[in-house]
């Protein structure tokens, strides 16, 4: 029994669904972060030439006002101006970034809508609780994480731009413009090596993210069966639904052997009641049928509302076998049935 209680088995889509639904998904930050570096960084060295371009618009647009006297509406003019073109120059680098946090947070545990997280929770501000998860495992995993990404980035940062720094005596005596080339170049070399330690960081992260994740989700043996039960209703509630329904249409089906022209039987194990009524059926339909004790029930109340009983057991046995309650005969039962309420209604005329 103790091994049903402990969590050991992968959790089920219901339970990860119901987890989504409480806001509670593997969201990497670092991968999100990584991914919104890149697009803007893209972006920006796509959009280098036209965003300097706007500023040197900008500039020869400020010169028109050196030796321009300054009033509140000049200064309100230039004010929108400016705001205007650095918005023109922003927003082709924030939709792309934008698009691309929301694509990351997609992929990573795609589309979830949810108010959960924002209804009040007194629980969050009990401050023994906060000091229980400030010093607890998981935050010290958290801090060391950090510690080590901080390290690693540092790390790697300080090496390449000791390099960088070790040309610092050459290029000093180049040309300006070879001096720029040469930082632009840089710069570039600096952004790249960032981007792979980050991606790199951000795999590894993604990676210890969902297997938290997954592992805080584990469920029991006992709680698997649970949710089975929910699913597809308790067997033992099913099983009396059954038995309900079944009674319901056995008292149903009891109830039309009054209205039955004769109740075929086989003596000891079968009870078939027919009912014909020409002009509004092709053929006669079973009205009720049962085996043994329903067939035995069957025969007490036809006796009871004075239904004739014909004991043909080949026909009661195939028609028991062979057609529903409520349902007509087949037709390769026609003649046998005939000749059995041939028979009946002789002797209701001869009574």
């Known amino acids: 029994?103790?091994?049903?209680?402990?969590?050991?088995?992968?959790?089920?889509?219901?339970?990860?669904?119901?987890?989504?639904?409480?806001?509670?998904?593997?969201?990497?930050?670092?991968?999100?972060?990584?991914?919104?570096?890149?697009?803007?960084?893209?972006?920006?060295?796509?959009?280098?030439?036209?965003?300097?371009?706007?500023?040197?618009?900008?500039?020869?647009?400020?010169?028109?006002?050196?030796?321009?006297?300054?009033?509140?509406?000049?200064?309100?003019?230039?004010?929108?101006?400016?705001?205007?073109?650095?918005?023109?120059?922003?927003?082709?680098?924030?939709?792309?970034?934008?698009?691309?946090?929301?694509?990351?947070?997609?992929?990573?545990?795609?589309?979830?809508?949810?108010?959960?997280?924002?209804?009040?929770?007194?629980?969050?501000?009990?401050?023994?609780?906060?000091?229980?998860?400030?010093?607890?495992?998981?935050?010290?995993?958290?801090?060391?994480?950090?510690?080590?990404?901080?390290?690693?980035?540092?790390?790697?940062?300080?090496?390449?731009?000791?390099?960088?720094?070790?040309e610092l005596v050459s290029v000093s005596h180049a040309p300006l413009a070879h001096q720029i080339s040469w930082l632009a170049d840089r710069a570039m070399m600096l952004a790249a090596v960032m981007l792979v330690l980050l991606m790199v960081l951000a795999l590894i992260d993604l990676l210890f993210v969902r297997y938290n994740y997954f592992k805080g989700l584990r469920m029991s043996k006992q709680e698997i069966k649970d949710e089975m039960k929910q699913l597809d209703g308790n067997p033992e509630i099913k099983a009396k639904i059954r038995q309900i329904q079944m009674e319901m249409a056995r008292k149903r089906m009891l109830a039309e052997v009054p209205n039955a022209d004769v109740v075929i039987t086989n003596p000891t194990h079968f009870a078939v009641a027919l009912k014909y009524k020409e002009g509004e059926a092709h053929a006669p339909k079973v009205v009720a049928k049962g085996a043994d004790l329903i067939a035995l029930k069957i025969k007490e109340i036809a006796r009871e509302n004075h239904v004739q009983i014909v004991e043909n057991p080949p026909l009661a046995r195939e028609l028991y076998k062979n057609v529903e309650v409520d349902r007509e005969i087949p037709e390769q039962f026609y003649q046998a049935v005939a000749e059995v309420l041939a028979f009946v209604y002789k002797s209701k005329r001869a009574l």
């Open 1 to 166: 029994m103790a091994d049903d209680l402990e969590k050991t088995e992968e959790p089920t889509p219901k339970k990860i669904e119901d987890a989504k639904k409480e806001g509670n998904v593997p969201k990497s930050m670092d991968t999100s972060g990584f991914i919104t570096l890149l697009v803007a960084v893209i972006a920006f060295v796509a959009l280098t030439g036209w965003i300097f371009d706007r500023l040197e618009t900008l500039y020869r647009y400020y010169i028109n006002f050196v030796g321009v006297e300054l009033t509140p509406a000049l200064l309100l003019e230039i004010t929108l101006h400016t705001v205007v073109q650095v918005l023109i120059m922003v927003l082709p680098l924030a939709l792309p970034v934008a698009v691309a946090g929301m694509l990351a947070a997609w992929a990573q545990f795609g589309f979830v809508f949810t108010t959960k997280p924002l209804v009040p929770d007194l629980t969050k501000i009990d401050p023994i609780k906060g000091a229980k998860n400030l010093f607890s495992l998981k935050k010290l995993l958290e801090s060391i994480k950090i510690t080590l990404k901080v390290a690693a980035v540092f790390g790697v940062a300080f090496t390449v731009f000791l390099g960088f720094i070790k």
